[in-house]
Antibody
Framework: EVLLLESGGGLVQPGGSLRLSCAAS????????MNWVRQAPGKGLEWVSF????????YSVDSVKGRFSISRDNPKNTLYLQMNNLRAADTAIYYC????????????????WGQGTLVTVSS | QSALTQPPSVSGSPGQSVTISCSGTSDDIGTYNRVSWYQQSPGTAPKLMIYEVNSRPSGVPDRFSGSKSGNTASLTISGLQAEDEADYYCSSFTTSTTYVFGTGTKVTVL
């Protein structure tokens, strides 16, 4: 069974930092691209960042560029999101989501999701 | 990158069909057949229902179908069931090598 377990969320002041982790199990983590997707309270989904499986190429939404950094540790089966200079607008549930891949073919979607970790940015 | 545009809500009686539209631009839906749809019930994580416009992952009922015309994608739920009541989001890959989600649609089963 595919499991994704996020951790590291909490209350932080504006301008502060947090590092989110996503522990993966039940699949070959190093064969899959991974993403972070967030959802502000009562709002819709927003894609945040992507990291490829092997080469660790990364892409992010403009609103977090220069502040957030996605990374992965394949031997530890763990995905990370380093978040710096946090703003109130970053308050959200942060989900890690696996890139959907079948037999090595990537399908530009997200097939497995964790339950999320809540980040609250407030003074 | 602005969010894709979806109607806030749609409704139907059990057994009926409902269709949710997802309007984008030539920078996303119009260029790629990389549109996906997600179902989210309250307090739970999203679930992938459709990928690459009209393909269903294993385990998704064939009542769910997708299509695309120009810059607009659609999700149709046929034979609506009470368990289909949820929020639905479209998503597309973009020419900026990013992803964009839709604004979300609440489906109500009357």
């Amino acid at each position: 069974e595919v499991l994704l377990l996020e951790s590291g969320g909490g209350l932080v002041q504006p301008g502060g930092s947090l590092r989110l982790s996503c522990a993966a199990s039940g699949f070959s983590f190093n064969n899959y691209a991974m993403n972070w997707v967030r959802q502000a309270p009562g709002k819709g989904l927003e894609w945040v960042s992507f990291i490829s499986a092997i080469t660790s190429n990364t892409y992010s939404v403009d609103s977090v560029k220069g502040r957030f950094s996605i990374s992965r540790d394949n031997p530890k089966n763990t995905l990370y999101l380093q978040m710096n200079n946090l703003r109130a607008a970053d308050t959200a549930i942060y989900y890690c989501a696996r890139g959907y891949s079948v037999s090595g073919t990537y399908h530009f979607s997200f097939d497995s999701w964790g339950q999320g970790t809540l980040v609250t940015v407030s003074s | 990158q602005s969010a894709l545009t979806q109607p806030p809500s749609v409704s139907g009686s059990p057994g009926q069909s409902v269709t949710i539209s997802c309007s984008g631009t030539s920078d996303d839906i119009g260029t790629y057949n990389r549109v996906s749809w997600y179902q989210q019930s309250p307090g739970t994580a999203p679930k992938l229902m459709i990928y690459e416009v009209n393909s269903r992952p294993s385990g998704v009922p064939d009542r769910f179908s997708g299509s695309k015309s120009g810059n607009t994608a659609s999700l149709t739920i046929s034979g609506l069931q009470a368990e289909d009541e949820a929020d639905y989001y479209c998503s597309s890959f973009t020419t900026s090598t990013t992803y964009v989600f839709g604004t979300g649609t609440k489906v109500t089963v009357l």
